[in-house]
């Protein structure tokens, strides 16, 4: 890859590519559930009150990223030491099995397990993004993230837009399924298995991936490792990355939006499935996915000819700003859309998702190349499996969190004060407010080149 480097200083098309692709495949399964996330619970019959299904939703939607919080540091280690390869592969691998198993749950703890293992095995994260950047020139490597981040948010929005259309196949398309077929007895396996399917084909081409890290075990090896030994050992130490405040106020940043931004899409799908005698909106699981779908479809459409002139006009600082600004009207805006039917309820609604998942994908770039930025190449891997750690603990929280918020705001729809779903979008805005005050200074402290 480096003797790559050193005789094409063009953009690594094939490389950014296999990029692309492993984290829209990794990304999918994180949730694809949410779409039909209320009627599973209902299903497996573990709420015993209608009331009840967010609460549980919340624990089951929460159960992946506790794994991945756990296991994040285990495999940025692993990859250090064995390369950055094998992680990748064998974490598409697991996405096949346990995302596979999941469709096939029938019971509750069964749906908790294999959510857990799902995260726990899919080390993915840090690693590609190690990766993206080790591809790359270092004018590219803003290229490279952006891309790990818009195939990432790419996949966030478009796996539940597979899991509203796909979920249910024989109550959405009697005409192709039949209740006693293996999909009427499992009626979320097809949106599962077809994401596994995709995730197999992305395995197989695994095998085409160059590595990036390499160990040395011959004799000319080991003498440039005891060279370059010695050459640290007259470097001065490095700065330890915990008192690295650029780097930790990014960190602590991202993890703000990481949070809103789950809690988001779970309360914006259990939010339009639910009766709207509770302030929902009565859609259907394949309604929630025509609304995905369109915000998915709007973010490539931005990444493709947007992004590249917002990033060089306003830069990373205030792509992070402006952003959070701008979604909070729009949350604001949702409770009330509850009042609106027809094409008075469609208009606003596609455009505000449309436009939040825009918002979100922009300042989620922006605190990435903060971070990468605020440390020396050779601890990039580390800082980003810091942050993926801190991320997916975040992102562990948000989903239980907003369940049982979710389901204590349904059981006070005559309250004086935020009756019902409006208490909801106030707690969601006031976390987008929160991350909004700390990209400002003094908290908020920049790399030097953005200053």
């Known amino acids: 890859m480096d003797k790559k480097k050193e005789t094409h200083k063009g953009i690594p098309y094939k490389e950014l590519l296999f990029v692309g692709i492993t984290s829209f495949a990794s990304a999918l399964p ?41 296991a994040s540091v285990f495999w940025g280690i692993i990859a250090d030491r064995i390369g950055r390869k094998p992680v990748i592969a064998f974490s598409i691998f697991s996405v096949i099995v346990f995302n596979t198993l999941f469709g096939l749950s029938v019971k509750y703890w069964m749906a908790i397990a294999t959510r857990f293992l799902l995260g726990a095995l899919n080390g993915f994260l840090a690693p590609v993004k190690a990766y993206s950047i080790e591809v790359c020139q270092p004018e590219q490597q803003a290229l490279g993230i952006s891309i790990v981040n818009t195939a990432w948010g790419m996949g966030v929005i478009i796996g539940p837009a597979i899991g509203g259309y796909l979920a249910q196949p024989a109550k ?29 084909l992305v395995f197989i081409s695994c095998a085409w991936l160059p590595e990036t890290l390499h160990k040395h075990k011959d004799i ?24 690295n405040w650029p780097l930790m106020s990014s960190i602590i940043t991202y993890c703000v939006f990481s949070l809103h931004d789950t809690a988001y899409v779970e309360i914006f799908s259990l939010w339009t499935v639910s009766n709207r005698k ?42 992070i700003r402006i952003p959070s600004a701008l979604s909070i009207p729009i949350i604001a805006a949702y409770p009330f859309m509850t009042h609106l039917s027809g094409i008075r309820l469609g208009v606003p609604l596609y455009i505000a998702a449309m436009l939040k998942s825009v918002f979100a994908i922009t300042r989620v770039t922006g605190t990435c190349l903060l971070q990468n930025n605020a440390v020396p190449q050779e601890q990039r891997g580390a800082a980003n499996g810091i942050a993926t750690t801190a991320m997916s603990l975040s992102k562990a929280f948000a989903p239980a969190g907003a369940g049982i918020i979710f ?35 003094p908290f908020l402290v920049v790399p030097p080149q953005y200053k």
Request: proline residues 5%.
């Open 220 to 243: 000319e090896g080991a003498l440039e490792m005891v060279e370059a030994s010695t050459t640290q050992h007259k470097e001065p130490p490095k700065k330890s990355l915990l008192k």
């Open 30 to 70: 994180i949730t694809s559930l949410f779409p039909f996330l209320y009627f599973m619970i209902r299903d497996l019959h573990v709420a015993q009150r209608e009331e009840d299904i967010g609460f549980y939703a919340g624990f089951l939607g929460a159960s992946y990223m506790i794994g991945r919080g756990i």
């Open 278 to 319: 509770y302030g929902g909106l009565s859609f259907s699981s394949k309604d929630v996915g025509q609304v995905l779908t369109a915000a998915g479809a709007s973010l490539l459409v931005y990444q493709l000819f947007a992004y590249r002139w917002v990033d060089k006009t306003i830069g990373p600082i205030h792509s």
């Open 172 to 200: 959405q398309y009697p005409n192709l399924f039949h209740e006693n077929s293996v999909f009427g007895r499992f009626p979320y396996l097809l949106p599962c298995i077809s994401i596994s399917l995709f995730a197999t």
């Open 407 to 441: 389901s204590w705001a349904q059981k006070r729809q005559h309250a004086a004060f935020f009756p019902g779903d409006q208490m909801v979008f106030l707690l969601l805005n006031l976390t987008e407010v929160i991350g909004l005050i700390l990209a400002f200074k």
